[in-house]
């Protein structure tokens, strides 16, 4: 047997196969991108309303319609309406790092584990976090807030919340369809989309419980400040400032 031939032979083999796996890998990206994306969803009345008004969109466009359930929640507290210090301060960089931020802190905020850090939140020393449904959706009209002096945690305010599951679940409207309805008729010109998310939102009633429903969150950066619109999830119904 010719041993040296037979080794040319095994390394062109895996050299194929590396390449094979290589293009598959280049393939799902680009895959995966374009469902990120979104862009060729978008309608040609909405293409051409971005090019009239010079909007820009500088984010992806989530692909995923899951479908989700009005949600109630109810506070289990009332909340503090000065910060409460805390007696052990933390690195404000461990707001990027959720489990260790609430290993930190969860001995003074227990639930604090169950809340999503909103980086378009939050104002000069505070951080902004939502309490999540099924550890994932946020609840974007109930805050936490987290003050921070000399790069320190020191103080919070927030009351705990209880969020429960009410019902009549159905998919969400489409993200892209969502954003054509913003851009299309209600978006200034100039505006840019940098952030898109879906979550929560509810009136605020004067009742114990309230109700919330699945909405996408627009934030919009327009003459250098930004804006939130909502846009329900069943109905396509828009919430603006």
């Known amino acids: ?10 390394i ?51 692909g995923d319609t899951p479908s989700l359930p009005k949600i109630s929640y109810r506070y289990a507290g009332a909340a503090p309406e000065e910060p409460v210090p805390l007696k052990a301060s933390a690195d404000s960089k461990l707001i990027f790092a959720p489990g260790d931020l609430a290993s930190a802190l969860k001995a003074e905020i227990p639930n604090i584990g169950d809340y999503s850090y909103d980086a378009f939140g939050g104002g000069d020393g505070s951080f902004t976090l939502h309490p999540l449904f099924e550890q994932r959706w946020p609840l974007f009209n109930v805050n ?5 002096t000399d790069q ?39 505006s840019v989309v940098k952030d ?23 934030t919009i950066e327009s003459e250098a400040a930004y804006s939130v619109y ?10 603006s400032p």
């Not at 936490?144 to 921070?148: K, N, Q, R, V």
């Not at 909502?230 to 919430?239: F, M, N, R, T």
Request: proline letters at 4%; hydrophobic letters at 45%; aromatic letters at 12%.
């Open 144 to 148: 936490l807030e987290l003050f921070y």
């Open 12 to 62: 062109y083999a895996f050299l194929l196969l590396n390449l094979v796996l290589g293009y598959q890998l280049w393939t799902d990206a680009r895959e995966q991108q374009g469902v990120s994306l979104g862009f060729d969803s978008l309608s040609e009345s909405t293409q051409r309303a971005m090019e009239d008004k010079n909007i820009q969109v500088l984010t992806s466009v989530p």
């Open 152 to 190: 320190k945690i020191t103080a919070y305010r927030g009351a705990p919340v209880v969020i429960e599951d009410a019902g009549g679940g159905a998919e969400v409207l489409p993200a892209q369809k969502a954003l054509g309805t913003l851009i299309e008729n209600y978006l200034p010109e100039g």
């Open 230 to 239: 909502y846009v329900q999830g069943a109905s396509g119904d828009v919430i």
């Open 1 to 10: 047997m010719d041993w040296g031939r037979a080794k040319n032979v095994l």
């Open 196 to 218: 898109i998310a879906l979550g929560f939102y509810g009136q605020t009633f004067d009742s114990e419980t309230q109700v919330a429903a699945p909405v996408w969150r627009f």
